[in-house]
């Protein structure tokens, strides 16, 4: 079992940034897959990024060369850094971390508002 607590979201101005973070409860070293997700109402979850076995990077086409995953360690933490930010980018985002037998844990999510 692991928690993870999302932080970093709000409001911001289109053309802005804002780092997200997600905390977990126990060492991120044993999950093979860390990821952030994203979802509007109505709508499914959608992949935005994932780091495999702490090299790999994946993004969604739509976040390409804006959004960066990094992981810490040392914090146990997963981070998404998003630069020009749009707003078809307001939605829920999750982190969330799988294991090498396939376990996946969510968190709860933190908003992310784009608008002027």
């Known amino acids: 079992q692991v928690q993870l607590v999302e932080s970093g979201g709000g409001l911001v101005q289109p053309g802005g940034s804002l780092r997200l973070s997600c905390a977990a409860s126990g060492s991120i070293v044993r999950f093979r897959t860390l990821g952030w997700y994203r979802q509007t109402p109505g709508n499914q979850r959608d992949l935005v990024a994932t780091?495999?076995?702490?090299?790999?990077?994946n993004y969604a086409d739509s976040v390409k060369g804006r959004f960066t995953i990094s992981i810490d360690n040392a914090k146990n933490t997963v981070y998404l850094q998003m630069n020009s930010l749009k707003p078809e980018d307001t939605a829920v985002y999750y982190c969330?971390?799988?294991?090498?037998?396939?376990?996946?844990?969510w968190g709860q999510g933190t908003q992310v508002t784009v608008s002027s």
């Open positions: 780091i495999t076995k702490g090299v790999d990077t």
């Open positions: 969330s971390v799988q294991s090498v037998f396939g376990q996946r844990y």
